[in-house]
């Protein structure tokens, strides 16, 4: 059960498209290379994409499932993560829309499609629900056996959870393979893995085998490779967050990117948390991944800053400061490309 070039996708994305909650949607239309047909947002209807989102695609948006069923789609795929983790009744309601007209499904929510019994009486021949936080088989604890790896390795690290630790690791593995280097990114959470990457959803492992599932999936792409990118999850700094050490374990890396939304001085959904200034936020993350000496004494090699709430002119001031204040090099990748960055990784 996976998306292929041969599907047809439509998102469901209500309040998303410019909300907080509709990342995994954003993310496929930005880098997704199967065709989406239609955008399903009942906030956003007849607008533009380009304009709200800066994403050049043109794709429709409409009100409903319904409406979308205009567009011939095969697959509806969930783009939005409300909180809770569970979708509105309403929205509830457009899923079985889809499946009754005939729609697969792609569910990266970390409640379950595929046994919900208003779903799984309407799934005919041919059509699947894909469930995908579901926990790997033939787990490991973590061994460390990573740090043997001859390949550069590459973690992000955040801030805070949602500032745009995937969109980095994905921008640099394609600056590097347009070096011609041999990379890789693996995925570590649902929308790398709809859009087709390797790796493991780590927020379904049990905490006993995160490190190890990291480790395998790293293990396991290692072979041939010039650099690998790790995509982060969560924050150290979040009280919500637990995955950053096992990425940190399982990974074993060589270097640190950390990842920041320009101007942000709290975490976004605990307020009176304070963000630390960078140096310190960098010598946090530099403290825990050495463990005192244990593991190598990995760095934070460049900042990746958030501007896309910025102005361009505001974005340049934020990197120029941001680069004052840490004497590293910082971009935003999105928008002015991973050059700076990945020079740093490869010195």
């Known amino acids: 059960m996976m998306l292929t070039a041969e599907s047809r996708v439509a998102i ?13 949607g954003l993310s496929l239309l930005r880098y997704s290379d199967i065709p989406i047909v239609a955008v399903i947002d009942q906030a956003a209807v007849g607008r533009s994409l380009l304009e709200m989102t800066g994403i050049p695609r043109d794709v429709p948006i409409v009100a409903s499932v319904r409406e979308a069923l205009a567009y011939s789609p095969t697959v509806l795929t969930i783009g939005i993560a409300p909180s809770g983790g569970a979708l509105p009744d ?31 009486d309407l799934v005919r021949d041919g059509q699947w629900i894909w469930d995908v936080r579901q926990e790997p088989p033939g787990l490991t604890v973590g061994s460390g056996k990573a740090r043997s ?20 690791s994905l921008e640099l593995d394609r600056a590097c393979r347009a070096r011609g280097l041999r990379s890789r990114f693996i995925a570590t959470g649902q929308t790398g893995l709809m859009l087709g ?36 999850q969560g924050s150290l700094m979040n009280p ?32 009176g948390f304070h963000i630390p200034p960078l140096p310190e936020v960098i010598q946090v993350y530099e403290t825990v991944v050495r463990a005192g000496g244990t593991f190598a004494p990995t760095k934070v090699v460049a900042i990746a800053l958030n501007t896309f709430h910025l ?9 120029a400061q941001t680069q004052d204040e840490t004497g590293l090099p910082c971009t935003d990748v999105i928008r002015f490309g991973a050059e700076g960055i990945l020079e740093a990784m490869l010195d």
């Open 311 to 319: 102005e361009e002119t505001a974005a340049q001031r934020a990197i």
């Open 149 to 168: 790896l001859s390949c550069k390795r590459v973690l992000t690290v955040g801030t805070d959870m949602s500032v745009g630790k995937m969109s980095a």
């Open 90 to 120: 309403a929205w509830w309601q457009e899923v079985k829309d889809g499946v009754a007209a005939g729609l697969s499904v792609v569910n990266g929510l970390h409640t379950p499609m595929a046994t919900a019994p208003d779903l799984r």
């Open 240 to 271: 919500a967050s637990t995955a950053t050490l096992p990425l940190m374990r399982g990974s074993q890396p060589t270097h640190l990117v950390l990842v920041h939304r320009a101007g942000q001085t709290e975490i976004r959904s605990f307020p």
């Open 12 to 24: 469901l994305l209500h309040e998303g498209t410019q909300g907080s909650h509709g990342k995994t």
């Open 197 to 232: 990457h390797d790796g493991i959803p780590l927020d379904a492992v049990r905490i006993d085998f995160a490190a190890g599932a990291v480790e395998q999936a790293v293990l396991r792409n290692a072979p041939n490779q010039d650099i690998l990118h790790i995509e982060g």
